[in-house]
């Protein structure tokens, strides 16, 4: 292992992660806060034994919900400690200022090794333009539809429109992104469009760019800072140039989006002369009354997603939380009385895994009825955590240009100029969330709407009309999608 083969790719707030020069593979390595690395046996210990768990939980938990094709992995390898210190010290000054409260576990050795998404694993048809990559963390797509969510607005305004304002109070981000989760879950092409323009305009820790493996475009290491969209635009224009005339940067842009909307849209199967099957949601809970979109459009109903697509899939998995935090947090504390008077039984009941098929026989047999018993509050609590999970992970859709003559790769195609790209979809990040992680999911859902209560009191007297121009312009041109 020569690290200078190895360069920094990207990192979260658990895991860095290095891609390989030459080959279409990247490295997931822990992170680990700096007072942590004191005791490097205990960290050690831990990277020991949450990798196994992470490709455990992923293979057998999060594959079979999310589907096979989507889903993907790695393995774990040992690296050579002295590696990992060389390769820790050459990323260093490439990581953004933001994510260096964290270091990079350098005790270990462990590691994730994995297909580099960004890349297209088709062959590449001879053409010369590298792939382009796009991933989005999309976060909850609904609103909460537990009788015991006790507060109005949670049914009215999505947790992630409701968060934007505590990020922003606590200087996690400088501008409200309006960017809402609901309106990329909705199935609508139109609302889906502006969901997306509005990650491009204000991207966060929601939307990464990649061209040819690289990173082109995200949030500024400096948030004050905007990304340019023009330059993006340039990146893109190679893609979308058509023969028959000059494209402008919106219809550039338009089409990028029109292909993100297609692939998150796709169920795969390209032939399908039949409309696919709908996941349908009622009203009630796929409009966030937070969104910047126009009443007029969010009140035409929701098309709903087709039920294999990448989006439908997550959805299913994140509604797994089905009584919210409000109703969770009883029973997480009816387990934590058990496990006080009989400790033993954490590991018959999997609290910490192992997550094989038992654990998920454990998540998808849950009666739907609380009858009481230990074995009912502990499956809620997997079903709690698997959904979390599906809260937090991301989407990275690849896609490269190919020609007439590749018909039988799953391919998408822009109407009116007939555009073909070939591409893939897949989810990453799908890592267990911690038992231990409840209490403090009960405080922050708490904070988050006390805060969003006390912060929008204001804007809340003022007639829809106003609030809606103050936060967008609502003449928005809508393109063909
Ligand atoms: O709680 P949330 O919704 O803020 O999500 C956290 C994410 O913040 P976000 O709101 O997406 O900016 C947070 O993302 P950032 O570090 O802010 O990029 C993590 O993904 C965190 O997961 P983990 O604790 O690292 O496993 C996420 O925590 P979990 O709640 O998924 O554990
Ligand atoms: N298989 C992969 N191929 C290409 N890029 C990847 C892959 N896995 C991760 N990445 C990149 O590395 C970044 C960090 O990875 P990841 O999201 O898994 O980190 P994390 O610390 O677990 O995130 P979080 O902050 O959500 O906890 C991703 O945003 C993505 O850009």
Redesign the pocket.
């Known amino acids: 292992m020569d690290e200078n083969d190895w360069k920094y790719h990207g990192e979260?707030?658990?895991?860095l992660v290095v891609s390989h020069v030459q080959h279409s593979r990247v490295l997931r390595l822990l992170k680990y806060p700096c007072e942590e690395t004191q005791n490097t046996h205990q960290t050690t210990e831990q990277a020991f034994q949450h990798i196994p768990n992470i490709v455990d939980y992923s293979r057998n938990v999060m594959k079979p919900l999310l589907g096979e094709k989507y889903v993907h992995s790695g393995e774990v390898v040992k690296l050579p400690l002295d590696f990992v210190r060389k390769l820790s010290l050459k990323i260093q000054q490439e990581r953004p200022e933001l994510?260096c409260d964290k270091v990079m576990d350098t005790f270990s050795g462990c590691g994730l090794c994995l297909p580099n998404l960004t890349h297209l694993s088709l062959c590449h048809f001879g053409d010369h333009r590298p792939p382009l990559c796009v991933e989005i963390?999309p976060?909850?797509g609904f609103l909460p539809f537990s009788r015991h969510a006790t507060k109005e607005c949670k049914r009215k305004v999505c947790?992630?429109c409701m968060?934007q304002h505590f990020?922003l109070a606590n200087g996690?981000w400088n501008r409200l992104s309006r960017y809402c989760p609901l309106d990329l879950f909705s199935g609508s092409k139109q609302r889906m469009y502006i969901a997306i323009k509005n990650l491009l305009e204000e991207p966060?820790?929601?939307l990464k760019i990649f061209k040819g493996g690289e990173l082109i475009y995200s949030c500024k290491d400096d948030a004050k800072q905007q990304p340019d969209l023009n330059e993006l635009v340039q990146h893109l224009w190679p893609y979308f140039h058509h023969s028959n005339g000059h494209q402008s940067s919106k219809t550039v842009l338009s089409e990028f989006i029109q292909v993100i909307c297609s692939a998150l849209l796709s169920t795969g199967d390209s032939n399908r002369s039949v409309e696919p099957r709908k996941m349908q949601l009622s009203d009630g809970r796929v409009l966030c009354e937070a969104s910047p979109l126009h009443r007029d459009l969010l009140r035409n109903g929701s098309p709903g997603l087709p039920k294999d697509c990448v989006l439908a899939k997550i959805l299913q998995a994140q509604m797994m939380d089905n009584l919210d935090i409000e109703g969770l947090y009883p029973l997480y504390k009816r387990v934590e009385q058990y496990l006080e008077e009989f400790p033993k039984e954490r590991n018959r009941l999997q609290i910490d895994g192992p997550y094989d098929s038992s654990f998920l026989e454990k998540v998808k047999t849950c009666p739907s009825e609380d009858d009481g018993s230990i074995e009912y509050a502990v499956a809620k609590v997997l079903q709690y955590r698997v959904a979390?999970?599906a809260?937090?992970c991301s989407i990275m859709i690849t896609f490269a240009p190919c020609g007439e003559d590749e018909k039988l790769q799953p391919h998408l195609e822009i109407q009116p100029t007939k555009s073909r790209f070939a591409f893939s979809v897949s989810i990453l990040?799908l890592?267990p969330?911690?038992y231990e992680?409840i209490p403090?999911?009960y405080k922050?859902d708490t904070k988050i709407v006390n805060y969003y209560l006390k912060s929008t009191i204001d804007t809340k007297e003022l007639p829809p009309s106003s609030l809606y121009s103050e936060r967008q312009d609502c003449t928005l041109l809508f393109h063909p999608v």
């Open positions: 979260g707030n658990k895991s994510r963390k976060k909850c947790r992630f968060h990020k996690k966060q820790n929601n979390m999970t809260k937090d990040d890592d969330k911690p992680s403090h999911q922050l």
